[in-house]
Nanobody
Framework: QVQLVESGGGSVEVGGSLRLSCKASGPTDSSSYCMAWFRQTPGSEREGVAAWDQDYTTTYTDPVRGRFTISKDNTENTLYLRMNNLKPEDTAMYYC??????????????????????WGQGTQVTVSS
């Protein structure tokens, strides 16, 4: 199955930008998977951020819509998350995830972490004021 490795996290000031990367590898072509970004802070449940579907449809949760952009380079098997105008509340561990099942709508207000069966190890994003 697909393995996922995130990179690109770091510390930035309020209003700054970061781009996270998630490299997919393994015997299965990642282009057949729905892929997504989630984030989690200590003591909180993992929450969705954005999803990228095989038909190039993208969905976002309300807190990030208009500031974050999810994209994928299928030739490089890499999922990206461009994060602009970062806020302190964006501070979290960010995880890349993949699922062979139906891609959820991240904007529907429901939790979707259980839909995803493959997870990366996470990359930390810290936004300071």
């Amino acid at each position: 199955q697909v393995q996922l490795v995130e990179s690109g996290g770091g510390s930035v000031e309020v209003g700054g930008s970061l781009r996270l990367s998630c490299k997919a590898s393994g015997p299965t072509d990642s282009s057949s998977y729905c892929m997504a970004w989630f984030r989690q802070t200590p003591g909180s449940e993992r929450e969705g951020v954005a999803a990228w579907d095989q038909d190039y449809t993208t969905t976002y949760t309300d807190p990030v819509r208009g500031r974050f952009t999810i994209s994928k380079d299928n030739t490089e098997n890499t999922l990206y998350l461009r994060m602009n105008n970062l806020k302190p509340e964006d501070t979290a561990m960010y995880y890349c995830a993949a699922t062979p099942f139906l891609c959820p709508d991240m904007g529907d207000g429901r939790a979707h972490s259980t839909t995803f069966t493959i997870w990366g190890q996470g990359t930390q994003v810290t936004v300071s004021s």
